[in-house]
């Protein structure tokens, strides 16, 4: 009966939202079918698949793109159990809807989301975390987001948690934060997820490069009230867990020992509770891996020796649920215990295991890092087509409203003064295009300046040396920085005015390439004023070419190590960077190639003088050289 009442309910408002004008009111159809999504979800019995498979028929959705990418975005998610491959296209086809629309930030929300987390059931983590952050960046941004409080407390911790895997350890604590901080404004408590949000905070400020005693503690405290309320066993464990690496960072080794124990204790319940269980079977395997290294630390070897054959015994029944990773803990316990013990030999053969197995690690984690890669590569190409084709239906709509304009002001006006204010509104329009064509031609000049084929082909020739001498870490190392300063410099040549910090990070990168490149033959310093630098905004890509040629002709061709320092200092309506290098100088003939031409220079020049024009401040460079090194100074037009 109470099925029936709710298909005459849904058959209703179908009907309801059909006599509307569907291309008039698209957010009044997405609330109707948001309405009907949620009678849905509460009905088990509701044939949800086909109900949504008929919906995609009708062809008033067909003309609504926000209207169509909810109808996919619904079937993907009832068909993910059942048939993946058929999820992940109706997931796609909603996702290259909703690119298209410019609002509907709910709506991509949820989308983006959805994509995650099939991505993640395929196993494809680098995509799933690129979905992931998208979908919590629209949470982050969008302080008026209407979507369900759970929702966006889900998918900042999926988000978060990820981050932590990828060592992106600021973002994943600002996502944990504010997932809390809504969690904090529901009326029931959420145990549950405060203790995620609590574990994952841990975790990030324990792996991060900054300490902080304090903030562990505190977490370590949170885990343990909401455990104790809550008396859930799988909490209790994690908390000690915690525990025991705060103990162990605080050299506390037998209060670590205790904790781990209990660990230890619940893990073993666990799997003599569900013997097959890969989640219980690694977790005790790791527990005991940690303990060892704990008990050989405090030289209780008798300990360790009962701890690794219990190791073993679990690594030969269950070898192939265990993770490199995994294995590779274990082994490196080991090689500690047989150090300890004096038995140099076999310590030496777990080396050169680990090794192996660090290898495996390094090699599956970049062909599947290269091919996710790839693929969101494509996603973001798209995104930018569609976003230039935004662009151009923006400029046809302009034109039509200005044009529509001119034709009301032919018939109210006389001739002569229509004429007047066409000449005068043609010039004036004429102007300004050709400002802009001169700024985008600047800029582009400038991308591929920064992109010259002779960087790129050093920066190969240094990567194949790096192969060459079977140097696998910097190999990866120097390909990774490479590749996001290639992204950057794309990213950032595209807008007319970027954070300072995203411009420092930029060259950051480029100076650490360069460092790699030049095996370390000269320092860098960065000196940044002492103030929230994400909120100045300066034109990018001018200061970076002044840098390279203090990299070619400061120090090039020094015998001693070199040194460039970068010094920012901002003032009330400019900023003036100050780069200086420890070479020979200018006045040295060796030090400069006759045939090199500082094309970005040159163009950092012109893109000077046109910012000093729209601007109407004063722009400079200042360039003073002698035997000590060689000195540049630009003034640069500052936004807040």
């Known amino acids: 009966m109470k099925k029936t009442l709710l298909f005459l309910l849904l ?19 997405l609330e109707s079918l948001q309405v009907i999504s949620d009678s849905l979800d509460q009905n088990p019995e509701a044939d949800k698949l086909a109900f949504w498979s008929n919906k995609l028929k009708e062809k008033d959705f067909s003309k609504t793109g926000s209207a169509l990418a909810f109808i996919h975005y619904n079937l993907a998610k009832n068909l993910v159990k059942k048939d993946i491959d058929s999820a992940k296209q109706h997931i796609n086809f909603a996702l290259g809807i909703v690119e298209k629309e410019k609002e509907f930030n709910a709506l991509k929300f949820t989308i983006y989301n959805g994509a995650g987390l099939i991505s993640e059931l395929e196993g494809k983590f680098y995509q799933s975390v690129y979905y992931f952050n998208k979908s919590a960046a ?16 889900i998918c900042l911790l999926n988000a978060a948690q990820d981050n932590n895997k990828i060592s992106q350890y600021q973002k994943s604590i600002e996502q944990n934060q504010l ?85 230890k204790e619940y893990d073993e319940e666990g799997l003599s509770a569900d013997p097959e269980s890969p989640v219980m079977i690694k977790n005790l395997y790791t527990t005991i891996a940690n303990l060892i290294d704990l008990y050989v630390q405090t030289k209780h070897f008798t300990e360790a020796e009962d701890l690794i054959k219990q190791a073993d015994k679990i690594e030969n029944q269950h070898l192939q649920l265990l ?77 039509l409203e200005r044009n529509q304009l001119l034709l009301l002001v032919v018939g109210l006006l006389s001739l002569l003064a229509i004429s007047w204010i066409f000449l005068l509104y043609f010039f004036q329009r004429q102007k ?67 954070p300072l910090d995203q411009e420092i990070e930029a060259i950051e990168n480029y100076l ?57 200092d901002a003032q009330e309506n400019q900023i003036v960077a100050k780069i200086t290098d420890n070479g020979k100088g200018y006045q040295d003939k060796a030090n400069i190639d006759p045939n090199h031409q500082s094309l970005s220079g040159t163009i950092a020049r012109e893109r000077l003088e046109i910012l000093a024009k729209e601007n109407k401040i004063k722009t400079n460079i200042e360039i003073s050289s002698n035997e000590q090194g060689t000195t540049v100074l630009l003034t640069l037009p500052l936004k807040n």
Do not use: W
């Open 11 to 29: 058959t209703v408002i179908s009907c309801q939202h059909k006599s509307e004008k569907v291309s008039s009111h698209p957010e009044k159809m």
């Open 138 to 153: 629209i949470i982050m941004n969008d302080d008026s987001l209407k979507c369900k409080p759970m929702a966006k407390v």
């Open 179 to 263: 997932a809390l901080k809504i969690l904090k404004g529901l009326p029931e408590d959420n145990y549950k997820y405060n203790f995620r949000a609590y574990s994952q905070l841990f975790t990030a400020c324990e792996e991060s490069n900054i300490y902080k005693p304090d903030s562990l503690l505190f977490y370590i405290k949170k885990l343990k009230q909401i455990s104790a309320k809550t008396n859930e066993p799988m909490q209790v464990r994690f908390t000690n867990e915690h525990m025991a690496h705060y103990y162990l960072l605080n050299n506390q080794y037998d209060k670590a020992i205790h904790h781990y124990n209990l660990v």
């Open 323 to 399: 993770s490199y990773y995994e294995k590779c803990l274990n082994k490196k316990a080991k090689m500690h215990y047989h150090f300890a013990k004096g038995n140099k030999e076999k310590a030496l053969e777990e080396a050169d295991e680990i090794l192996a197995l660090k290898d495996n690690i390094l090699r599956n984690s970049g062909i599947q890092a290269t091919e996710e890669m790839a693929t969101i590569y494509e996603l973001q190409a798209k995104d930018r087509s569609i976003h230039g084709l935004n662009k151009t239906i923006d400029n046809t709509e302009n034109r």
């Open 432 to 498: 300004r295009q050709k400002q802009e064509k001169e700024k985008i031609l600047l800029q582009q000049q400038l991308l591929r300046t920064q992109m010259e084929p002779h960087f790129i082909f050093n920066t190969l020739s240094a990567l194949q040396s790096f192969i060459r001498f079977d140097e696998k870490e910097k190999s990866i190392k120097y390909l990774s920085q490479f590749s996001r300063l290639l992204r950057s410099s794309l990213e950032l040549s595209r807008k007319n005015y970027v």
């Open 512 to 568: 650490s390439l360069q460092q790699m490149r030049f095996e370390y033959a000269f320092a860098y310093k960065i000196i940044v004023p002492d103030m929230d630098t994400s909120a100045l905004l300066i034109p990018p890509m001018l200061i970076q070419p002044f840098v390279e040629n203090a990299i070619i002709h400061g120090i090039g061709n020094l015998s001693d190590k070199g040194l460039i320092t970068l010094e920012i």
